[in-house]
């Protein structure tokens, strides 16, 4: 495949995001019969983590939620470090940042769905020191308290999925308790307690663009931490840039790619690549030209702003 084949095949990501999130979001919950049994699938699977922030208690969950398995090693009675879930969660990091954000995780997708509904929308320009919250939860909540806070026989629990993962809730808890009458009944102030949360971040996500993976998701923690160093980048050609600011008012998650092409909370979307109008802006995986200059083939952009 020549260069320019494989720079118009790496575009069709940001035409068609949309696509690959929906497909994104049924291949990691692909077990669908389980929904209408209330049952979980319990498979080999569940021993690989997905990329994306998706609850293992679903019933159609196809692999293991990167952060709950992560938060299962550390909250274990015998704790011993992890290089599986821990080297999962680098790799996945390294490879494609916060790509997977942007493009393969189900409850970012459901945020963006919900921010389509027809009502006023809120800038966040002026709330980007929250965006280091979701670093405090990483460290307190994923990592510190299942740690510290253990019960009789050493075990810590899940903090993070426990008390504050909405995901849980619209994908674990609700399904199955339609499903399957046992749970329903079991339900009790916990479930009430995240059904609030669930609704406070719904209720956001149609005035404020992804709310939860700006401020409280610690799983886009993880990936914003490498997505400086990820195989996949964000290129800005300095040759064509007008410096027009055009991107910078399209972007959502409020980063200005000009200045920072690798910004951790740049989630790939291709929202300033389609705003461009001299096709300054593309997608680049692997490392080089880590400039920026006569990164991008204008031909080439161009055919995404159309």
Same mark, same amino acid.
Request: with cysteine; proline share 5%.
């Given at each position: 495949?020549?260069?320019?084949?494989?720079?118009?095949?790496?575009?069709?990501?940001?035409?068609?995001?949309?696509?690959?999130?929906? #497909?994104?979001?049924?291949?990691?919950?692909?077990?669908? !019969?389980?929904?209408?049994?209330?049952?979980?699938?319990?498979?080999?699977?569940?021993?690989?983590?997905? !990329?994306?922030?998706? %609850?293992?208690? +679903?019933?159609?969950? $196809?692999? $293991? +939620?990167?952060?709950?398995?992560?938060?299962?090693?550390?909250?274990?009675?015998?704790?011993?470090?992890?290089?599986?879930?821990?080297?999962? =969660?680098?790799?996945?990091?390294?490879?494609?940042? &916060?790509?997977? %954000?942007?493009?393969? +995780?189900?409850?970012?997708?459901?945020?963006?769905?919900?921010?389509?509904?027809?009502? !006023?929308?809120?800038?966040? &320009?002026?709330?980007?020191?929250?965006? @280091?919250?979701?670093?405090?939860?990483?460290?307190?909540?994923? *990592?510190?308290?299942? =740690?510290?806070?253990?019960?009789?026989?050493?075990?810590?629990?899940?903090?993070?999925?426990? @008390?504050? %993962?909405?995901?849980?809730?619209?994908?674990? #808890?609700?399904?199955? $308790?339609?499903?399957?009458?046992?749970?329903?009944?079991?339900?009790?102030?916990?479930?009430?307690?995240?059904?609030?949360?669930?609704?406070?971040?719904?209720? #956001?996500?149609?005035?404020?663009? &992804?709310?939860?993976?700006?401020?409280?998701?610690?799983?886009?923690?993880? @990936?914003?931490?490498?997505?400086?160093?990820?195989?996949?980048?964000?290129?800005?050609?300095?040759?064509? %840039?007008?410096?027009?600011?055009?991107?910078?008012?399209?972007?959502?998650?409020?980063?200005?790619?000009?200045?920072?092409?690798?910004?951790?909370?740049?989630?790939?979307?291709?929202? +300033?690549?389609?705003?461009?109008?001299?096709? #300054?802006?593309?997608?680049?995986?692997?490392?080089?030209?880590?400039?920026?200059?006569?990164?991008?083939?204008?031909?080439?952009?161009?055919? *995404?702003?159309?």
């Amino acid at each position: 495949m020549d260069k320019k084949k494989k720079t118009k095949k790496i575009c069709f990501l940001a035409r068609f995001r949309w696509l690959i999130q929906a #497909a994104a979001a049924v291949l990691t919950n692909i077990h669908l !019969p389980n929904f209408f049994k209330g049952t979980l699938y319990q498979g080999k699977g569940k021993y690989a983590c997905v !990329p994306g922030l998706n %609850c293992y208690s +679903c019933p159609g969950a $196809a692999g $293991a +939620c990167p952060i709950g398995a992560f938060q299962a090693v550390i909250g274990s009675s015998k704790f011993k470090f992890s290089y599986y879930i821990t080297g999962s =969660l680098i790799l996945m990091g390294v490879l494609l940042g &916060r790509f997977i %954000c942007g493009f393969l +995780c189900p409850f970012g997708w459901l945020q963006e769905l919900l921010h389509k509904i027809p009502v !006023p929308k809120l800038s966040t &320009r002026k709330l980007k020191p929250l965006r @280091y919250l979701k670093y405090v939860i990483l460290a307190v909540f994923v *990592i510190m308290l299942p =740690l510290i806070v253990v019960n009789e026989l050493g075990m810590g629990d899940p903090f993070f999925c426990k @008390y504050i %993962c909405p995901q849980g809730v619209v994908e674990g #808890a609700i399904p199955l $308790a339609i499903a399957n009458e046992g749970i329903r009944s079991a339900l009790g102030a916990l479930f009430s307690w995240k059904t609030g949360v669930l609704l406070a971040v719904v209720t #956001a996500s149609m005035f404020i663009y &992804r709310p939860f993976c700006k401020w409280i998701c610690p799983l886009g923690a993880v @990936y914003a931490l490498l997505n400086h160093v990820s195989l996949f980048q964000m290129k800005v050609d300095k040759s064509k %840039c007008v410096s027009c600011g055009a991107c910078a008012k399209a972007c959502k998650m409020d980063v200005d790619i000009t200045k920072s092409p690798n910004h951790s909370e740049c989630i790939r979307c291709g929202m +300033c690549m389609k705003s461009c109008p001299t096709g #300054a802006i593309c997608y680049k995986y692997g490392f080089g030209n880590k400039s920026g200059d006569k990164a991008c083939n204008s031909d080439e952009t161009k055919e *995404i702003t159309k």
